[in-house]
């Protein structure tokens, strides 16, 4: 039996400049047998996003076997960049294309900073409280900032050139705020949710 497509529109929204850069998060929910077309189609929308002013990049969450739902987090540095991007021309295009692969209207959502990490995905939304971000933001780069430099320096010293101090520094954080953003911050929020977005008495 064929499933019954949804209509699925473009977020409309009022642009604001927010300084820090900000996440889209966009979820759809594909059936398994369109999973295949659904990653073709992203393969056209990513590149088609990249070439937007102020964009940070991509990271994707796939459903676990047999899931439906996709989770694409897109990173601008301004929230007036993200709804050039939402609202353009050429996203409502690939999005009309792609409107037989979804089963549900589409969701979108822009975080501040890293408010999107600590924000629970459900109806009733829940904020994790400040301390309990300082303390899973600590525990994530508290090791990275001496693991990274640690694995590098082979790499620096091997270099045919040398390389100054600003320099170096700026790879080592660059590296550690990838993998924060785009690695081990998804994951290890998923993974704590429970005590993370337990209410507190």
Avoid: C
């Avoid at 409502?92 to 995905?121: A, C, M, V």
């Avoid at 303390?135 to 994530?140: A, D, K, P, S």
């Amino acid at each position: 039996m064929t499933e019954q497509s949804k209509p699925v529109e473009p977020v409309e929204a009022t642009p604001e400049v927010v300084q820090g850069g900000v996440s889209i998060i966009i979820r759809h929910k594909v059936s398994p047998k369109n999973q295949g077309a659904y990653e073709s189609w992203l393969k056209l929308i990513i590149p088609a996003s990249a070439k937007f002013p102020g964009h940070q990049g991509v990271h994707i969450l796939r459903p676990h076997a047999g899931g439906h739902e996709f989770e694409i987090s897109v990173r601008f540095a301004s929230e007036k960049e993200a709804h050039d991007w939402l609202n353009s021309a050429q996203r409502k295009t690939l999005l009309e294309q792609s409107k037989p692969l979804f089963h549900e209207q589409e969701i979108t959502e822009i975080y501040n900073g890293i408010d999107f990490w600590f924000t629970q995905r459900s109806a009733a939304q829940k904020i994790a409280t400040r301390w309990k971000q300082w303390l899973i933001t600590t525990v994530v780069i508290w090791p990275l900032t001496m693991l990274v430099p640690l694995l590098l320096q082979p790499v620096f010293n091997n270099l045919p050139f040398s390389i100054n101090a600003i320099l170096h520094q700026g790879v080592v954080v660059a590296i550690v705020v990838a993998l924060v953003v785009y690695v081990i911050m998804p994951r290890l929020v998923k993974l704590v949710a429970s005590w993370l977005f337990k209410s507190e008495a």
